[in-house]
């Protein structure tokens, strides 16, 4: 069965404290990774995109790196306004779509 | 370019009654796919449509249906409403549905009292 398990459910950071979100997959094949953002009551906001093992993405503070089995997102030097919850999502051959329940991440200034 | 919509932004209904909720992608995307959010099962995958099609369909129960229309625009519909459907209903689009980048809309909120 397809599964995409997060980890921590919840993570406090102080600002300025550097962290890894993990997310760790099975799936019967991947056709590509995905991060978002969500801001409580709003959207997911999409962030990166991996689609194979090795594959690194950077945005600002935040870096997702992929390998066969896991996914990390980096947040380095992180402020207030990184707070949020963290969603991965993978993608199935066949198009389907499979979410982690996310991590929320909370940086205190 | 326009983010893709969803109307109306928030929902209250009564136990037993139905509800319509509408989604517009981003202009150019043929693929629609609706979640169900909720703070205990996260994001559910709902179904998925392109050029009008259903083409993948979650573990949800019938009186959870869509469709798709010529322009894309997508509408989700409920009936027979139950306490367990409050729920964030969100939309997401893609260009083709293939290993795309899917774009969310700010979601429906319903609340079945």
């Known amino acids: 069965e397809d599964q995409v398990t997060q980890s921590p459910e919840a993570l406090r950071l102080q600002e300025g404290e550097s962290s890894s979100l993990n997310c760790s997959y099975t799936?019967?094949?991947?056709?590509?990774l995905f991060w978002y953002r969500q801001d409580p009551g709003k959207g997911p906001e999409f962030l990166f995109t991996?689609?194979?093992a090795g594959e690194e993405k950077e945005k600002e503070r935040l870096k997702a790196t992929l390998t066969k089995k896991e996914s990390f997102l980096h947040i380095t030097a992180p402020k207030p306004e990184d707070s949020a919850t963290y969603l991965c999502?993978?993608?199935?051959?066949?198009?389907?779509?499979?979410f982690g329940t996310g991590t929320s991440l909370t940086v205190i200034p | 370019k326009a983010g893709v919509t969803q109307t109306p932004r928030y929902l209250i209904k009564t136990r037993g009654q139905q509800v319509t909720l509408s989604c517009s992608p981003i202009?150019?995307?043929?693929?629609v796919s609706w979640y169900q959010q909720t703070p205990g099962q996260g994001l559910q995958f709902l179904f998925e449509?392109?050029?009008?099609?259903?083409?993948n369909k979650g573990n949800f129960p019938g009186r959870f249906s869509g469709r798709q229309f010529s322009n894309s625009r997508s509408e989700m519909n409920v009936s027979t409403l139950e306490l367990g459907d409050s729920a964030l209903y969100l939309c997401?689009?893609?260009?083709?549905?293939?290993?795309?980048?899917?774009?969310f809309g700010p979601g429906t909120r319903l609340t079945v009292l």
């Open positions: 799936v019967s094949g991947l056709r590509g």
């Open positions: 999502a993978v993608q199935v051959p066949g198009n389907q779509f499979y």
């Open positions: 991996l689609y194979s």
């Open positions: 202009s150019g995307h043929r693929s």
């Open positions: 449509y392109f050029s009008e099609t259903q083409r």
């Open positions: 997401a689009s893609s260009l083709s549905g293939g290993p795309d980048t899917q774009y």
